[in-house]
Each structure stands twice: as structure tokens, then as C-alpha cells.
């Protein structure tokens, strides 16, 4: 499977996995797993986040809640 990444500045709705303390975990609808600080939303909500950078050797991304 092909993993299609986010790119910097991409705004995206993503669905939180987990909240932790440093932040919310999500995922893409296609899997793709990144984390968005700070953290909001409960496990299966659905956030548009702005993503803010990408680790295109781990793939993953960081992001900031959409204004």
C-alpha cells in the first residue's frame, strides 16, 4: 500500500485516535498517522487540522487545529 502524505500548509480533516498530554494522535482517512498539538477533540472526533510538517521517512505529520 502506498502511503500518500500530507504536504506542509495542507489543511485536512483527520479523526483523533488517542488525546495525550502533548497532544491529540490522528489519523488521515487513509491511515496516515500524525500528531496535532495542542491536543483537542476525544477519541473519534473528526478535526480539520493545518498540517505544519512532515517526516516523510517515518511517515507522519504534525499539526495545528484549522483556523
Do not use: H, W, Y
Amino acid at each position: 500500500m502506498t502511503v500518500i502524505l500530507p504536504t506542509s500548509g495542507d489543511v485536512i480533516d483527520v479523526t483523533v485516535t488517542a488525546v495525550k498530554p502533548f497532544g491529540s494522535l490522528v489519523e488521515t482517512r487513509d491511515g496516515t498517522p500524525g500528531l496535532v498539538r495542542p491536543a483537542r477533540g476525544a477519541q473519534g472526533a473528526v478535526l480539520r487540522v493545518t498540517v505544519t510538517d512532515v517526516d516523510q521517512a517515518e511517515a507522519r505529520f504534525t499539526a495545528t487545529p484549522a483556523e
